[in-house]
């Protein structure tokens, strides 16, 4: 079973920064393209970013564009978001998962992490 481990969640202040890492220990990425998704108490889970296998495609939701950037590092095995300018609408917990990248858009599979949490509070 393809299982995913995030990290990097935490506590930061409006206007900071955090960067979260998705990887994997038994199975390539390299394999996959990535998504990053996430959901705020009471609301559904929203897509986020999304990376390619090879890298050179990339997607951001629009509430994020210009402030979230998504990365791959095939050789650690890992895939980034790096968060910039936060916003306290940015609190969830954000999850990554496997899937296929064509024509423009991700295709989720059933392949996710456990998520980890992020707060932007003052």
């Known amino acids: 079973q393809l299982q995913l481990v995030e990290s990097g969640g935490g506590l930061v202040q409006p206007g900071g920064s955090l960067r979260l890492s998705c990887s994997a220990s038994?199975?390539?990425?390299?394999?996959?393209?990535i998504g990053w998704f996430r959901q705020a108490p009471g609301k559904e889970r929203e897509g986020v970013s999304c990376i390619s296998d090879s890298g050179g495609s990339t997607n951001y939701a629009d509430s994020v564009k210009g402030r979230f950037t998504i990365s791959r590092d095939n050789a650690k095995n890992t895939v980034y978001l790096q968060m910039s300018s936060l916003k306290p609408e940015d609190t969830a917990v954000y999850y990554c998962?496997?899937?296929?990248?064509?024509?423009?858009?991700?295709?989720?599979?059933?392949?996710w992490g456990q998520g980890t949490q992020v707060t932007v509070s003052s």
């Open positions: 038994e199975f390539t990425l390299n394999d996959y393209a």
């Open positions: 998962n496997a899937g296929a990248y064509g024509s423009g858009s991700y295709y989720p599979k059933d392949y």
